[in-house]
């Protein structure tokens, strides 16, 4: 019976954080006619391709693994809707937050561009799991991160013009940090992008701030960051 549950509450977190669509400025694009042509160079580059994927796909299923076996475990959410209240104060931008299976979910608008916030602590003093500091740290964060940056349309890897990671423990306190910037041209208009995760496990909590905004204009980009920044502070670490 609590299998069921626990994978049914699995489903449901996955949910939220897949389902709230994808982030893009309001731009038009343009419509190009292209031609395939098949050569042994293309045949060599799509064999390159599905390595690349079987290599992602072996990633998100540890991830996944992970995450069921944290979901499977005994742990429950924390509210964090005072550290939402704090960080956003002084936002420029408008935003509808929604608080539903433990997640605030914050949705961001600006006048050229959109993104999203996950705000969730994660208490985790009465699991059972049985993994050190680091190792639930990186696999969260790097599960979580992969899932909001994927939310920016049309932005691959190649997009991203500056990256960082960095996983860091105590004997208290641990830390986890990844975010890139994102810059994409298509001739006609120039996309700018943000994305980061950051996590502290702090006293069998696990406190979780992750988003993503995408515009037309670099200086909402720039705004978006400082709105990050001002989460990192509250949560501290």
Do not use: W
Request: charged share 20%.
């Amino acid at each position: 019976m609590k299998a069921k549950v626990m994978t049914a509450i699995l489903a449901v977190f996955m949910l939220t954080m897949t389902a709230c669509g994808t982030i893009s400025p309001p731009i038009q694009n343009a419509v190009t006619d292209t031609t395939t042509t098949t050569t042994a160079e293309s045949i060599h580059d799509s064999a390159a391709s599905s390595k690349a994927e079987s290599t992602v796909d072996e990633g998100q299923v540890k991830y996944g693994a992970f995450i069921a076996e944290l979901f499977d475990s005994n742990i429950c959410f924390a509210d964090t809707s005072a550290l939402v209240t704090e960080a956003m104060k002084g936002s420029s931008f408008e935003n509808e937050i929604d608080n539903s299976n433990g997640v605030n979910k914050i949705t961001l608008k600006g006048s050229n561009g959109g993104g999203m916030i996950d705000v969730l602590c994660i208490d985790l003093s009465q699991s059972d799991l049985d993994h050190d500091m680091e190792y639930i740290l990186e696999n969260f964060g790097d599960y979580y991160f992969g899932q909001t940056s994927a939310q920016m349309s049309g932005i691959t890897e190649d997009d991203f013009v500056s990256s960082y990671r960095m996983t860091s423990s105590v004997v208290s306190k641990g830390k986890y940090q990844q975010y890139g910037s994102v810059q994409k041209s298509d001739g006609m208009a120039t996309q700018f992008g943000y994305t980061e995760t950051y996590a502290v496990l702090s006293e069998n909590k696990l406190t979780v701030v992750s988003g993503a905004y995408l515009s037309t204009d670099m200086m909402e980009r720039q705004s978006f960051s400082q709105v990050m920044g001002k989460f990192r502070e509250c949560v501290g670490g």
